[in-house]
C-alpha cells in the first residue's frame, strides 16, 4: 500500500503562478489541487466606469501571450450590444490578426514549453544543446506570428490598433504583401513542425471529455460560431451563462467554471480540432493523418500535434486572407452607444473566451464579466491528474511528478489569465 | 551610392517603466541618448528574447543594461563580459515565466554562436519590482555612476576600434 504526495512547488513553463498537489493514502489519490495563487486582477471590477471603447484595451492587458483574443472577444461583445456588422475586410484583418496571434502562441507552447517534456529535457535552452536547428525554426515561426501582429496590430504585445469597429488604421495590400514570404517559409515549417511532434512518444491516456468550442458554417473558429460540445450542446453564445457557470474553490485564486449539467469540460486546441476537423484546410486535414491523428483525438498528449495542425491552418488562412484582401473604404464601423448588455465569445489560443457587458445610455460599462480558457480548463485538469496518477501508483515519484506537468502543460495553462498556475505536490500516506 | 553604414555600436536599455526598479536600464539608456554619441545607437527593448537576439543582430559591440535581482544591496552595479568568465552559471529567467528574455537570448546566442564579438552586460540591482511602483532611491541614486561607466567604456571601445581600422 503506498502513500505518497507528489509535490511540484512551483510549476515552471506555464504562464503565471500555480502549484498542483496531489495526495495518494492506501493506493487510492485522494486529492487533487491545482493551486492558482497568481494574485486576483480584478479586471472585471476596474472595467466598471470605464467607457466600451476602452474594454479591448484594458483587457488585452490581462495576457501578454494573448492579448489579441482579449481585443476580439471585447469588440464583438460590444458591437453585439450595438448592432454593428463589420464590413467584410475588417473582418478578414481580424481573422489575419488571429492567425498571428495562434502561430506566435502555439509556437511558444510546442517549442520552448511542451516539447522538452516530451524529449526529456528540463527546459528548451536544454534541447537546443541537441536539437539546435528544431529549436531555431521554433524561434522564427514564432517571430512570424509576432510580425502578423506587429503590422496589423502596431506593435508585437499589446496591439494598439483594434477598436470597436474595427481598427484605427487599415492596413494597404502593399503592406501585408512582405508577409507572405515569411509565410510560405511557415508553411514549411509547421508541416516539418507536425511531422516532429508526430513523432513523440505518447503516454496511453483516454477520457470520455466534452470538448467544447465555437464551430461556424464554413470557417475552423476564430471569432464566430455558435458554442457546440460533443455532448449535443449547441447554442448562440448569447445562451452561454445558461448553460456554464463559474464557482469559487477554496484552493485557487481562479473562478472554476463548470457546465451546469455534467460538470467539467475541455476547451482548447483539442476541443476545436474534434468538433471542426471539416473545417480544417487539406493541407492541415493530410497532415493530422499523417501524424497518426484521426478526425478525433482524444488523448490530450497529443494536442501537441493539434496545436502544429492548428498552426499550419493558421498560416495558411493567413497567406489566403492576403492573397485576396482589398483595403476597406474606412478602417472601422461607426458605433454609438446605448443601454444595453451583450456578449461575445471567440477562440484564443487557449480555447474560449467569453466576455459579458452591460453599459448605460452613455456607453459606461456599469458591469463586466470575462471567462478564460484555463478556468474552463481548471475542472478538467484536475479529473485528468486524479485518473492519470491513480494508473501509475507503481512509477517512481520523480517520473510521475514529470508526468503529471507534462499532463498540466497539455493545456497550456494560462495562470495569468485565470487569475483573473504552476508547483506539484505529489503526497503518499 | 553608399550604403549607410549600419551604427556598430549599440547599447540595448531593457526593462518595464511600470514594474518599479524594472525600469533603470531605460532610464540609464535615455539619459545615453540626451547625451547625443556620435557612432551609438541608443535601443529600448522590454527584453524578450527575439527583440533583444534582433536588436544585437549585426553590431560589432553591444551593451545590454538591465535590472537585476541578485541579492546584493540596491543600486549595486554588476558588470559582465558576454565571451570572458565571471558570467553568473544560472542566469535568472525573466520574471514571466511564459516569456523568454535576455537570459534565454544571451543562452541561445552562445549555443548558436551568434552573440555580438563584443557584448557585456551591466546589471543594477533592484529592490521592488511591484506594477506600478516608482524607481526606489537607492536604484535612482546608481543611475549617474552607471551612465558614467557605460560612456566610459563606450569611449574606450571606439578609441579601440579606430585604432584597429
Same mark, same amino acid.
Given at each position: 500500500?503506498?502513500?505518497?504526495?507528489?509535490?511540484?512547488?512551483?510549476?515552471?513553463?506555464?504562464?503565471?503562478?500555480?502549484?498542483?498537489?496531489?495526495?495518494?493514502?492506501?493506493?487510492?489519490?485522494?486529492?487533487?489541487?491545482?493551486?492558482?495563487?497568481?494574485?486576483?486582477?480584478?479586471?472585471?471590477?476596474?472595467?466598471?466606469?470605464?467607457?466600451?471603447?476602452?474594454?479591448?484595451?484594458?483587457?488585452?492587458?490581462?495576457?501578454?501571450?494573448?492579448?489579441?483574443?482579449?481585443?476580439?472577444?471585447?469588440?464583438?461583445?460590444?458591437?453585439?450590444?450595438?448592432?454593428?456588422?463589420?464590413?467584410?475586410?475588417?473582418?478578414?484583418?481580424?481573422?489575419?490578426?488571429?492567425?498571428?496571434?495562434?502561430?506566435?502562441?502555439?509556437?511558444?507552447?510546442?517549442?520552448?514549453?511542451?516539447?522538452?517534456?516530451?524529449?526529456?529535457?528540463?527546459?528548451?535552452?536544454?534541447?537546443?544543446?541537441?536539437?539546435?536547428?528544431?529549436?531555431?525554426?521554433?524561434?522564427?515561426?514564432?517571430?512570424?506570428?509576432?510580425?502578423?501582429?506587429?503590422?496589423?496590430?502596431?506593435? =508585437?504585445?499589446? /496591439?494598439?490598433?483594434?477598436?470597436?469597429?474595427?481598427?484605427? *488604421? +487599415?492596413?494597404? !495590400?502593399?503592406?501585408?504583401? #512582405? &508577409?507572405?514570404?515569411?509565410?510560405?517559409?511557415?508553411?514549411?515549417?509547421?508541416?516539418?513542425?507536425?511531422?516532429?511532434?508526430?513523432?513523440?512518444?505518447?503516454?496511453?491516456?483516454?477520457?470520455?471529455?466534452?470538448?467544447?468550442?465555437?464551430?461556424?458554417?464554413?470557417?475552423?473558429?476564430?471569432?464566430?460560431?455558435?458554442?457546440?460540445?460533443?455532448?449535443?450542446?449547441?447554442?448562440?453564445?448569447?445562451?452561454?451563462?445558461?448553460?456554464?457557470?463559474? =464557482?469559487?474553490? /477554496?484552493?485557487?485564486?481562479?473562478?472554476?467554471?463548470?457546465? *451546469? +449539467?455534467?460538470? !467539467?469540460?475541455?476547451?482548447? #486546441? &483539442?476541443?476545436?480540432?474534434?468538433?471542426?476537423?471539416?473545417?480544417?484546410?487539406?493541407?492541415?486535414?493530410?497532415?493530422?493523418?499523417?501524424?497518426?491523428?484521426?478526425?478525433?483525438?482524444?488523448?490530450?498528449?497529443?494536442?501537441?500535434?493539434?496545436?502544429?495542425?492548428?498552426?499550419?491552418?493558421?498560416?495558411?488562412?493567413?497567406?489566403?486572407?492576403?492573397?485576396?484582401?482589398?483595403?476597406?473604404?474606412?478602417?472601422?464601423?461607426?458605433?454609438?452607444?446605448?443601454?444595453?448588455?451583450?456578449?461575445?465569445?471567440?477562440?484564443?489560443?487557449?480555447?474560449?473566451?467569453?466576455?459579458?457587458?452591460?453599459?448605460?445610455?452613455?456607453?459606461?460599462?456599469?458591469?463586466?464579466?470575462?471567462?478564460?480558457?484555463?478556468?474552463?480548463?481548471?475542472?478538467?485538469?484536475?479529473?485528468?491528474?486524479?485518473?492519470?496518477?491513480?494508473?501509475?501508483?507503481?512509477?517512481?515519484?520523480?517520473?510521475?511528478?514529470?508526468?503529471?506537468?507534462?499532463?498540466?502543460?497539455?493545456?497550456?495553462?494560462?495562470?495569468?489569465?485565470?487569475?483573473?498556475?504552476?508547483?506539484?505536490?505529489?503526497?503518499?500516506? | 551610392?553608399?550604403?549607410?553604414?549600419?551604427?556598430?555600436?549599440?547599447?540595448?536599455?531593457?526593462?518595464?517603466?511600470?514594474?518599479?526598479?524594472?525600469?533603470?536600464?531605460?532610464?540609464?539608456?535615455?539619459?545615453?541618448?540626451?547625451?547625443?554619441?556620435?557612432?551609438?545607437?541608443?535601443?529600448?527593448?522590454?527584453?524578450?528574447?527575439?527583440?533583444?537576439?534582433?536588436?544585437?543582430?549585426?553590431?560589432?559591440?553591444?551593451?545590454?543594461?538591465?535590472?537585476?535581482?541578485?541579492?546584493?544591496?540596491?543600486?549595486?552595479?554588476?558588470?559582465?563580459?558576454?565571451?570572458?568568465?565571471?558570467?553568473?552559471?544560472?542566469?535568472?529567467?525573466?520574471?514571466?515565466?511564459?516569456?523568454?528574455?535576455?537570459?534565454?537570448?544571451?543562452?541561445?546566442?552562445?549555443?548558436?554562436?551568434?552573440?555580438?564579438?563584443?557584448?557585456?552586460?551591466?546589471?543594477?540591482?533592484?529592490?521592488?519590482?511591484?506594477?506600478?511602483?516608482?524607481?526606489?532611491?537607492?536604484?535612482?541614486?546608481?543611475?549617474?555612476?552607471?551612465?558614467?561607466?557605460?560612456?566610459?567604456?563606450?569611449?574606450?571601445?571606439?578609441?579601440?576600434?579606430?585604432?584597429?581600422?
Amino acid at each position: 500500500m503506498t502513500n505518497k504526495r507528489i509535490t511540484v512547488k512551483y510549476l515552471a513553463r506555464v504562464e503565471g503562478e500555480g502549484a498542483l498537489n496531489i495526495q495518494i493514502k492506501d493506493d487510492v489519490v485522494t486529492r487533487v489541487q491545482l493551486k492558482i495563487f497568481e494574485p486576483p486582477r480584478f479586471f472585471e471590477a476596474f472595467l466598471k466606469g470605464r467607457n466600451f471603447t476602452e474594454a479591448p484595451d484594458i483587457t488585452s492587458r490581462i495576457c501578454g501571450i494573448c492579448p489579441v483574443a482579449y481585443q476580439m472577444s471585447a469588440v464583438h461583445a460590444m458591437e453585439a450590444a450595438l448592432g454593428v456588422t463589420v464590413p467584410g475586410p475588417i473582418r478578414a484583418l481580424r481573422r489575419l490578426l488571429y492567425c498571428g496571434e495562434w502561430i506566435e502562441s502555439h509556437g511558444l507552447h510546442i517549442f520552448m514549453l511542451h516539447a522538452p517534456d516530451f524529449l526529456g529535457y528540463q527546459d528548451a535552452i536544454q534541447m537546443a544543446q541537441d536539437h539546435p536547428d528544431t529549436v531555431k525554426m521554433g524561434l522564427r515561426l514564432k517571430k512570424v506570428g509576432n510580425n502578423l501582429v506587429t503590422v496589423l496590430g502596431g506593435r =508585437e504585445i499589446h /496591439p494598439i490598433n483594434v477598436r470597436v469597429g474595427g481598427f484605427y *488604421k +487599415a492596413p494597404n !495590400p502593399r503592406d501585408l504583401a #512582405p &508577409l507572405t514570404e515569411s509565410l510560405k517559409w511557415a508553411r514549411e515549417a509547421a508541416v516539418k513542425t507536425v511531422r516532429w511532434v508526430g513523432g513523440f512518444t505518447f503516454p496511453e491516456f483516454k477520457q470520455d471529455y466534452e470538448f467544447v468550442a465555437l464551430r461556424h458554417g464554413q470557417e475552423y473558429p476564430f471569432n464566430e460560431g455558435r458554442v457546440v460540445s460533443n455532448k449535443g450542446l449547441d447554442i448562440a453564445v448569447q445562451d452561454y451563462e445558461q448553460h456554464f457557470v463559474e =464557482e469559487q474553490v /477554496p484552493h485557487s485564486h481562479a473562478l472554476n467554471s463548470n457546465l *451546469k +449539467a455534467r460538470g !467539467p469540460y475541455f476547451v482548447g #486546441p &483539442l476541443a476545436r480540432y474534434n468538433l471542426n476537423f471539416d473545417r480544417l484546410t487539406p493541407l492541415a486535414q493530410e497532415m493530422a493523418r499523417e501524424a497518426g491523428l484521426g478526425p478525433v483525438c482524444l488523448n490530450p498528449f497529443q494536442s501537441i500535434i493539434v496545436r502544429a495542425v492548428e498552426t499550419l491552418y493558421a498560416v495558411e488562412e493567413a497567406l489566403a486572407i492576403i492573397e485576396t484582401y482589398e483595403k476597406p473604404d474606412q478602417p472601422a464601423a461607426p458605433v454609438s452607444p446605448r443601454a444595453v448588455t451583450a456578449c461575445a465569445a471567440t477562440e484564443a489560443p487557449r480555447g474560449l473566451l467569453y466576455h459579458r457587458y452591460r453599459l448605460d445610455a452613455d456607453g459606461v460599462i456599469l458591469e463586466a464579466k470575462i471567462v478564460p480558457p484555463t478556468s474552463q480548463n481548471q475542472g478538467t485538469i484536475e479529473a485528468d491528474l486524479r485518473q492519470f496518477v491513480g494508473q501509475r501508483l507503481d512509477l517512481p515519484d520523480e517520473k510521475l511528478t514529470w508526468q503529471c506537468e507534462q499532463m498540466v502543460r497539455n493545456y497550456d495553462p494560462c495562470i495569468s489569465c485565470a487569475t483573473h498556475f504552476l508547483k506539484v505536490n505529489l503526497e503518499r500516506r | 551610392m553608399h550604403t549607410p553604414v549600419k551604427p556598430r555600436l549599440k547599447v540595448i536599455g531593457v526593462g518595464n517603466e511600470w514594474r518599479g526598479d524594472d525600469a533603470a536600464g531605460l532610464l540609464v539608456v535615455r539619459r545615453l541618448q540626451a547625451a547625443a554619441l556620435t557612432g551609438v545607437e541608443i535601443f529600448e527593448s522590454l527584453g524578450t528574447t527575439g527583440e533583444v537576439q534582433d536588436a544585437w543582430k549585426d553590431a560589432a559591440g553591444v551593451i545590454v543594461v538591465d535590472a537585476v535581482a541578485a541579492s546584493g544591496p540596491p543600486g549595486a552595479i554588476y558588470r559582465f563580459d558576454a565571451h570572458g568568465a565571471g558570467m553568473p552559471v544560472k542566469l535568472s529567467r525573466s520574471p514571466s515565466s511564459h516569456g523568454w528574455g535576455v537570459a534565454e537570448a544571451l543562452a541561445l546566442g552562445r549555443l548558436f554562436q551568434e552573440l555580438p564579438p563584443w557584448l557585456i552586460i551591466y546589471g543594477i540591482e533592484g529592490e521592488n519590482f511591484d506594477p506600478g511602483r516608482e524607481v526606489s532611491p537607492a536604484v535612482a541614486a546608481a543611475i549617474p555612476e552607471l551612465v558614467r561607466r557605460i560612456q566610459r567604456e563606450i569611449q574606450e571601445w571606439l578609441g579601440r576600434e579606430v585604432f584597429v581600422r
